[in-house]
């Protein structure tokens, strides 16, 4: 399992520390330590770090295009940062450098975000650099730059600070990094047994559907019969035009979750977000209860990657739970803007739906995206709502975020790619 292609983002965020660190060891390496004479290549490997890192940071202000794209990107990157890191180490005596262990941290992250060969090709490319600067070294092709110890390196303080140095800062970093593929790995099989167990809900309610429908039609045909009995006696039709509005309503709900069960998946296509939350007011309707006010801020957006009939579907929902969270009213306001830089990328496009209600408890929020947890069960909740629509946001390739305080109200967040994206 690899992890998603926005590193490409965060290793550009992290080169910048990289940088700075550069010139701060080849300042302390040379004017504190006194162990490297001259420390003017390291300065201008630094500056060529950063050069590159800022035309990565200007090419990488687009969205990301897809999983090859990304291999791309990020393969560029670390070979880049391979290049880099080998001059770094020429310039300051590479067979006697304890700095050497670095080269695996681009293994890991090699292994973290690319695909099929691509992590080999990385080592290959790195054994094959680092080989090619000791030979030539060997054979006198290239100039040696040797650290100044005093006396045998290995009993210089110096050298022994510069081992643990590197030593310390790999298995720390190392780490850090295998952590975090740790908790990305349990963050995404939490979610596909979730999937899983909404698929099951699914197939479930598809088969109580079905048996629901079957026996509408005969008591549908059956009424009308009454109907044409007493069509004479205007209280008796009113009771039976009743019953059947009754049933139509019924068999259109019945019909509806058989369709939306259906294992079809959603169907991606270039989406008018402005458009889908016009539409949702629409269906919502104008009345709301006492004092409920609906505001609508709409940006000036990109058409999406997803789909109309489900983005509806979802801001339906989070709507209705938003007006069954004010019962002594309030204000429910739809938002739509386009997202800065952030781990969503540039050019993403987030639909708010905030209302000023009771909140939910910091407790509860970790939970409300669980299938069957509601706070509502005696007014009719299931606790499939919010659930359902999180994995339908999540097909569309999307996410679904809240932020609520109690007794402030509460927001949810649908954030999904621009239609230019064509995604993974």
């Known amino acids: 399992m690899k992890l998603p292609p926005e590193g490409a983002r965060w ?26 004479e001259s420390p003017l290549p390291l300065y201008l490997v630094g500056c060529g770090m950063a050069a590159y890192n800022l035309g990565l940071f200007l090419l990488d202000r687009g969205p990301v295009a897809g999983r090859a794209g990304a291999d791309r990107g990020i393969f560029r990157q670390i070979v880049l940062d391979l290049v880099a890191l080998t001059l770094l180490l020429y310039f300051s005596d590479i067979s006697r450098n304890p700095f050497l262990f670095f080269f695996v941290f681009h293994m890991i992250i090699a292994s973290m975000y690319l695909h099929g060969v691509m992590p080999a090709v ?28 005093a006396g045998e390196a290995t009993r210089d303080w110096r050298y022994l600070l510069g081992v643990f140095t590197a030593f310390a800062s790999t298995v720390w970093i190392t780490v850090y990094c295998t952590t975090a593929i740790h908790q990305y790995v ?44 007493v069509k004479d006696d205007p209280r008796l039709s009113e ?45 919502l309707g104008t009345k709301h209860g006492r004092n409920v006010r609906i505001e609508t801020d709409l940006g000036d957006v990109p058409a999406v990657l997803g789909d109309p009939y489900t983005l509806q579907e979802v801001l339906f929902n989070l709507c209705a739970n938003a007006l069954a969270a004010m019962p002594e009213g309030g204000k429910l306001t739809l938002r739509t803007s386009t997202l800065a830089r952030g781990e969503n990328g540039p050019g993403a496009v987030a639909v708010e739906v905030s209302d000023t209600g009771v909140g939910i408890p910091r407790a509860n929020l970790d939970k409300i995206f669980e299938p069957f947890f509601t706070t509502r069960a005696e007014s009719g909740g299931t606790g499939l709502g919010l659930s359902l629509c999180r994995m339908l946001i999540s097909e569309m390739g999307g996410a679904l975020q809240v932020r609520s305080a109690l007794g402030q109200g509460s927001t949810f967040t649908v954030i999904l790619q621009p239609a230019n994206d064509k995604g993974p």
């Open 11 to 36: 290793l550009i965020s992290l080169r910048w520390l990289a940088c700075v660190l550069v010139f701060g060891a080849a300042f302390l390496a040379s004017s504190v330590l006194g162990v490297v």
């Open 122 to 149: 990385v080592a290959a490319i790195a054994t094959a650099m680092v080989g090619a600067v000791m030979l030539a070294e060997y054979l006198g092709w290239l100039p040696r730059f040797e650290l100044r110890f």
């Open 186 to 229: 349990d963050r995404a099989h939490a979610e596909l047994r979730q999937k899983e167990k909404m698929v099951g809900i699914g197939q479930l309610v598809a088969g109580i559907a079905h048996q629901i429908a079957n026996p509408l039609d005969g008591m549908q045909n059956c009424l009308a019969r009454i109907g044409e009995e």
């Open 239 to 283: 009771y039976v035009k009743m019953m059947a509005e009754a049933l139509q309503r019924i068999e259109r709900t019945a019909k509806r979750v058989q369709a939306f069960a259906r294992p079809r998946g959603v169907t991606l296509q270039s989406t008018d977000v402005n458009g889908a939350v016009v539409a949702t007011l629409q269906v």
